[in-house]
């Protein structure tokens, strides 16, 4: 099972990069890695998967080594609206494991 | 227009009752979901339907029993409600099975007493 490990909670300030690691040492060779966000009584939103090197959109970037035992997500410039709890997910046919999420605190 | 969408959004019932939470999409999904987040925030899989077939089935009480007549509903009926299972409750979507990307419901949040 591809269980993910990722710190708790991160402080920041607006227009600073984040930058947050996810640990995922059993991942399988089929998993992704896909990163959700989720606000206070919302369900979690799509930010950004990939499966190896680099990925970017228009939000984020998530960077994969080549042993994709880990990956970090890349927020550049957040706002106080980035304020939210990040969840790390290892996921392929048969499993989808969410990490314990980390909470992203956002300050002026 | 709501991609997925649950009803209801707030259920409160005594213990020892039996529910059902709905869960429709009209993304044209082929696959759907059910998780639970506990108190502390932590979200686990509970069933998983890919073109009506149950790929995914965690450890999870008999008492739950997920039904999806088609592709586009997932419903969740739970018998003999316990106050554990007091939690919110989230159905999602996504084309393909596992690690893709997921569009999630705003949740139910059901609270027994």
């Known amino acids: 099972l591809a269980k993910t490990t990722q710190p708790i909670s991160m402080d920041s300030y607006e227009g600073q990069e984040v930058n947050i690691t996810c640990s995922h040492n059993?991942?399988?060779?089929?998993?992704?890695i896909t990163w959700y966000q989720q606000f206070p009584s919302q369900g979690p939103r799509f930010i950004i998967q990939g499966y190896k090197t680099k990925v970017t959109n228009e939000v984020a970037s998530l960077f994969i080594p080549a042993d994709r035992k880990s990956s970090t997500l890349s927020l550049p410039r957040v706002s106080l609206s980035d304020t939210a709890v990040y969840y790390c997910?290892?996921?392929?046919?048969?499993?989808?494991?969410f990490g314990a999420g980390t909470r992203l605190a956002v300050h002026p | 227009d709501t991609a997925v969408s649950q009803t209801p959004k707030y259920l409160v019932t005594q213990m020892g009752n039996d529910k059902s939470i709905k869960c429709e999409q009209n993304?044209?999904?082929?696959?759907m979901y059910w998780y639970k987040q506990d108190s502390k925030k932590f979200l686990k899989i509970m069933f998983s339907?890919?073109?009506?077939?149950?790929?995914i089935n965690e450890t999870v009480p008999n008492r739950f029993s997920p039904k999806s007549p088609d592709k586009a509903h997932l419903n969740l009926h739970i018998n003999s409600l316990e106050l554990g299972d007091s939690a919110v409750y989230f159905c999602?979507?996504?084309?393909?099975?596992?690690?893709?990307?997921?569009?999630f419901g705003q949740g139910t949040r059901l609270t027994v007493v």
């Open positions: 339907y890919n073109n009506k077939e149950l790929i």
């Open positions: 059993n991942i399988a060779t089929n998993d992704y």
């Open positions: 999602a979507s996504s084309q393909g099975r596992g690690g893709r990307e997921a569009f």
């Open positions: 997910l290892a996921g392929g046919y048969n499993k989808l494991i």
């Open positions: 993304l044209g999904h082929d696959t």
